[in-house]
């Protein structure tokens, strides 16, 4: 929740940033209207407007936290294998211990497609319950392939 304004903000521009390229497209065929019509008609500011509340919807949606079968401070070397397997690669290992470790995405390619917020914490509690959060495509991918291989 702490990283909702800055993630539905950049939502919101990468929306607008696609609509212009589709835009732009449409003009260079010659079957869109100009510019103008985005601000001058009430379908250009249902269309803003509908940019505005997909943006502030996709943090709720883009991101969960899912409890794992396992302990994953215990199967550490695993873990670790397994995001490597989703394109991750373990972060400030140094800093963070077993019970909290941090993953970031290892290729440029999905740094952009994830808009950077490229980051998959994994945290076990003092009951060794652990839960994985982050991108909700990735923590189901990464959480699935945790109970293939290591549960």
């Keep these: 929740m702490k990283r909702y ?3 539905a903000a950049k939502y919101a521009v990468y929306l607008i ?11 260079a065929f010659g079957s869109a209207s100009p510019m103008s019509v985005l601000w ?5 500011l249902m269309f803003l407007g509908v940019v505005v509340v997909f943006a502030l919807l996709y943090p709720f949606f883009g991101f969960t936290r899912k409890r794992l079968t396992f302990d994953a401070a215990s199967r550490v070397e695993d873990v670790e294998r397994v ?16 019970n909290d470790m ?4 290892t ?3 999905k740094k952009v497609t994830m808009m950077w917020e490229d980051k998959v914490e994994i945290v076990t509690d003092a009951d060794g319950i ?5 991108n909700r495509k990735e923590v189901v991918r990464a959480a ?3 109970g293939t291989y290591i549960a």
């Design 40 to 44: 001058t008609t009430s379908r250009g």
């Design 83 to 98: 995001m490597a397997m989703c394109g991750f690669q373990r972060i400030e290992a140094d800093t963070h211990g077993a």
């Design 107 to 109: 290729s440029t390619a």
């Design 5 to 7: 304004p800055i993630r």
């Design 17 to 27: 940033i696609l609509f212009f390229i589709l835009f732009a497209l449409l003009r």
């Design 102 to 105: 941090l993953f970031a995405a």
């Design 144 to 146: 699935f392939r945790m």
């Design 130 to 134: 652990s839960y994985i959060e982050g």
